[in-house]
């Protein structure tokens, strides 16, 4: 908290002058004649025929809720919107609604800038519809600080005509399946000791999407990065995962992609490489290419993390907050989930719209849509404490350093921890 308000007052001329903008651009936030509540919405949903089915969705909530209209307004990329979110929270002009991921929900709780829900969601009847799981991750000290919007979660997607060239009649289920399913999709064809395919992509870079694709390994391994609210980046499970990741780049038969970029998928369409680790909104089911899917490996169980976006609910006035949470129950029901899903390829947070006609119909055109489905139950997740940024950046540098082979995945790990524990001395 203390870093993060000398970091606020560090830029106040500039936080002073946007909130003076945002104020300016902000709608009333007094509610209309007519007894009309008008609520803002921020939201950075990509790519924009995603956001075509969202405004779709808004406007049939407005219809049927005459007294409660909803102003969705797209605020930008997501790792680009932090900055004015906080600048609109300090200005004390926030959006009733936010869109955003739940790794900053200790961040919001610090500055008391969010409404805790599990009040309203146990007296909702949608609450019973919406895997247990996925609500554990949004909460915090007791506190259910968000719902979800949509889940997706991590597996790999595989090119079948590679794999048959390769003989592999079988995907892998364990992590030394992979390894030697790797070895034998890596074909050096002209013997110069650069291969022309590799067996797997791993990310390269120190940002959140290389820490995001690593996260089921460690689960898998029963490691966690979060011990009691401190960073704990050296358990025997965190260790095992980093370690797997370094044996497959010493093995050979992992490339890296371009630094932070490890979510494209050219070298996927080019051949290049047999295997990707991705989630369900992939452009591989866009393109003219044969694939398919199967789920993370397992070390020590099966695991996966969930890709989530979830709905916060601003602090603003009492009569405010319960019309934005007539929206959040519309967001969580069977009739939103399942128009969502299938306009976008994310995974239903409701059980009865995964269970629906309309999206059995969708799975059977989407078969391989399956394997996300069935690691739902399977899903953990990143933390949602304050520090997670500071705890998100030292892990990344560990893995960039082991991948780039600079230095062992243990004393990577270590040198990560030691610079941690001296941030959460202070």
């Known amino acids: 908290m203390i870093i993060l308000l000398k970091q606020l007052l560090a830029t106040g001329i500039i936080l002073i002058c946007c909130a003076l903008c945002l104020s300016g651009c902000q709608p009333n936030p007094i509610a209309s004649s007519n007894q009309v509540i008008h609520l803002t919405l921020w939201q950075g949903i990509n790519p924009p025929p995603n956001r075509?089915?969202?405004e779709k969705l808004v406007a049939k909530f407005n219809q049927t809720h005459p007294e409660i209209q909803v102003q969705s307004i797209f605020a930008g990329e997501l790792d680009k919107q932090l900055p004015k979110i906080l600048t609109a929270v300090v200005g004390n002009v926030p959006p009733d609604i936010l869109a955003?991921?739940?790794q900053i929900t200790g961040q919001f709780v610090e500055l008391q800038a969010i409404q805790p829900l599990e009040k309203w969601l146990e007296e909702s009847p949608v609450k019973a519809d919406v895997p247990s799981n996925l609500?554990?991750?949004?909460?915090?000290?007791g506190h259910l600080w968000s719902v979800p919007f949509y889940t997706s979660n991590l597996g790999i997607f595989y090119r079948p005509d590679l794999f048959q060239a390769a003989g592999i009649i079988e995907t892998p289920k364990t992590w030394e399946e992979l390894r030697q399913v790797a070895k034998k999709l890596t074909v050096d064809k002209n013997g110069d000791n650069i291969p022309e395919?590799?067996?797997?992509?791993?990310p390269l870079g120190k940002e959140e999407w290389t820490v995001f694709s690593w996260f089921p390994f460690l689960l898998s391994a029963g490691g966690e990065i979060v011990t009691n609210s401190r960073p704990n980046l050296t358990n025997p499970g965190a260790i095992s995962a980093l370690e797997f990741w370094e044996t497959l780049m010493k093995d050979g038969s992992a490339t890296?992609?371009?630094p932070e970029r490890g979510y494209e998928e050219d070298a996927f369409f080019e051949g290049r490489i047999a295997m990707q680790i991705t989630g369900p909104w992939t452009y591989i089911t866009k393109y003219k290419v044969n694939y398919d899917t199967f789920p993370i490996p397992a070390s020590v169980t099966h695991a996966t993390v969930t890709g989530s976006g979830n709905l916060f609910l601003m602090k603003t006035t009492p009569e405010r907050e319960k019309a934005a949470w007539k929206f959040l129950e519309f967001v969580l029901s069977e009739e939103f989930q399942t128009e969502w899903a299938i306009g976008t390829g994310f995974l239903p947070v409701n059980q009865k719209s995964v269970n629906s006609k309309e999206y059995q119909e969708y799975l059977s055109r989407n078969p391989w849509?399956?394997?996300f489905i069935d690691q739902v139950n399977v899903s953990g997740y990143r933390p949602t404490i304050a520090?997670?940024?500071r705890i998100s950046e030292g892990l990344g540098r560990a893995i960039e350093s082991t991948l780039l082979?600079?230095?062992s995945a243990k004393a990577a790990l270590e040198n990560a921890q030691t610079r941690l524990e001296a941030i959460w001395a202070q």
């Open 369 to 371: 849509l399956q394997v």
């Open 256 to 258: 890296l992609s371009p």
């Open 405 to 407: 082979g600079k230095s």
């Open 197 to 202: 395919q590799y067996g797997m992509l791993l």
């Open 100 to 102: 955003f991921y739940p």
């Open 52 to 54: 075509d089915v969202f």
């Open 135 to 141: 609500l554990a991750e949004l909460q915090l000290d």
């Open 387 to 389: 520090g997670y940024n």
